[in-house]
């Protein structure tokens, strides 16, 4: 458990700076941003999902960028569906450890009143029995 505060502890460190400059440079814009910072719990990714993820969301208009320790703030696409979940859409070329690119799609979506995140990642041009999925926790950081 300690050891996982530690974790946690360091990789709010990497990103604090990118936190705070997304904050400062958001608030010179019309609407202040919603920053969640997303701790991944239940992973069943297999190395394909990072431990903890940063969503920066602009709701004036819709836009929306996510961080994650090995990669700073990307864009990402963001709708709204009719329940009022905030659903994400990225893409990804990571590699494998042989130096193949895989090319990944990974879906998300954070609901705003239980901060509940749902993560999933799906392979194109592969198939693959059991994409990796994920579950965790979602904190408010910045309104």
């Known amino acids: 458990m300690a050891r996982k505060k ?18 400062m440079t958001a ?3 019309i609407g202040e941003p919603l ?8 992973q069943e ?19 929306a960028d996510h961080a994650t320790e090995n990669y700073g703030f990307k864009p990402t696409r963001i709708r709204t569906d009719r329940k009022g979940h905030y659903r994400f859409y990225w893409q990804n070329k990571p590699k494998a450890k042989n130096g193949q690119e895989f090319w990944v799609d990974y ?3 954070i609901d705003p009143k239980t901060k509940a995140i749902r993560l999933r990642g799906v392979f194109v041009l592969r198939w693959i029995a059991n994409p ?10 910045a309104k």
């Open 27 to 29: 608030q010179m814009a």
């Open 45 to 63: 990714s297999r190395g394909w999902i990072e431990p903890q993820y940063v969503f920066r969301i602009d709701t004036d208009p819709l836009r």
């Open 107 to 109: 879906f998300a979506r």
């Open 132 to 141: 990796p999925e994920a579950f965790g926790e979602c904190t408010l950081i």
């Open 6 to 23: 530690l974790q946690h502890s360091a990789l709010l460190k990497r990103l604090l700076p990118l936190v705070c400059g997304a904050t």
């Open 35 to 42: 920053i969640y910072e997303c701790a991944i719990q239940n």
